[in-house]
């Protein structure tokens, strides 16, 4: 690990500011990832920006009547919040299913949402990797891509998303609320908040120089069946292969959004507006443009079935 200056933000518009003027500057909450890759050095940061003693670690009511996650809520304490459990299952499921609980016991809402790839060749330094290093290839489109991306991929990157939390956010149409060093605030929504990789696959979000998350924000409840299904190679602590966050109604309309498959989670309303008439229209629907390797083919199919699994449950 390369030496690194450190300072504990007093504001979130000093922790955004401190960003801005120092290029090499990065944020740590939990750490669960940054500090893995920066032993790695992969991430080499020369400063780092400690955000913990920023008070956003609440879950609070809006007016609309959703709710505002804090970017420091903890992964377990978002989990097991009596509203969230209640009203949006989907997120609860989807937290549960990810890492150990260890882990949720430190990531932060914020961190979870920047969480870097875990393709192979974006933690070998000796390969090539343009998400690593911009413009030196891209070795897993000739290499070991199981795990990899089948759709919105690129010649330049077929890495996948690791979140779990992010594909149930993207079924609820989930808002990350943000703010800027020179104060202005904005929101994103889920849909935009993450990039397809293009040319400029180490570009990964909508975020600018120094841009801070503050808050990820939920609508209202919309009720119906939440289920999270994830398949996995083991049964625990592994990423996925594919996984589904759907918000089913008794009608059988509804959303899905897919994990596992793309640089983002992967939501189509041409998808959404095919779920009725069942698994194969919707999942044809949502990979309509799949770019597969002999490796990775496999995931149109389990994609297919998972969703055929998840509007069974959601029939009872």
């Keep these: 690990m390369r030496a690194f200056t450190y300072e504990r933000a007093a504001s979130v518009e000093a922790a955004a500011g401190a960003a801005a003027s120092n290029p090499e500057a990065k944020f740590i909450a939990g750490g669960t990832n940054l500090l893995d890759l920066m032993k790695l050095e992969i991430e080499t940061p020369s400063h780092l920006i400690d955000v913990n003693g920023l008070g956003l670690d609440r879950i609070e009511a809006t007016p609309e009547g959703g709710l505002r996650i804090g970017a420091l809520v903890r992964n377990t304490d978002l989990a097991a919040h009596e509203t969230i ?89 989930a808002a990350v609320e943000t703010v800027k060093p020179d104060g202005t605030r904005r929101s994103i929504g889920m849909a935009d908040f993450h990039r397809l990789p293009g040319d400029t696959p180490h570009i990964e979000t909508e975020l600018k120089s120094g841009e801070f998350i503050t808050a990820v ?48 989670p992967w939501r189509l309303d041409a998808a959404d507006a095919e779920l009725p008439k069942g698994a194969k229209a919707a999942s044809a629907a949502l990979l309509a443009d799949a770019r597969t390797t002999e490796q990775n083919k496999f995931k149109v199919d389990l994609v297919e079935r998972t969703l055929g699994a998840v509007i069974l449950e959601a029939r009872g």
Aim: overall charge positive; some cysteine; proline content about 6%.
């Design 217 to 264: 924000v939920l609508p209202p409840p919309i009720g119906g069946r939440h289920i999270y299904r994830k398949v996995r190679d083991r049964a625990s602590y592994a990423f996925a292969l594919v996984s589904i966050g759907a918000v089913i109604q008794p009608d059988g309309t509804g959303r899905i959004s897919v994990g596992g498959v793309a640089h983002k």
């Design 85 to 173: 459990r209640r009203d949006y299952g989907v997120l609860s499921r989807a937290l549960v299913a990810g890492a150990s609980g260890q882990l949720r016991n430190k990531a932060t809402t914020a961190g979870n949402l920047m969480q870097r790839t875990r393709c192979p060749y974006f933690y070998d330094t000796n390969q090539p990797c343009n998400k690593r290093r911009p413009g030196s290839g891209c070795s897993a489109l000739g290499g070991i891509s199981r795990q990899l991306g089948v759709v919105g991929v690129s010649d330049a990157c077929i890495a996948t998303h690791p979140s779990d939390m992010a594909v149930a956010m993207r079924a609820l149409d």
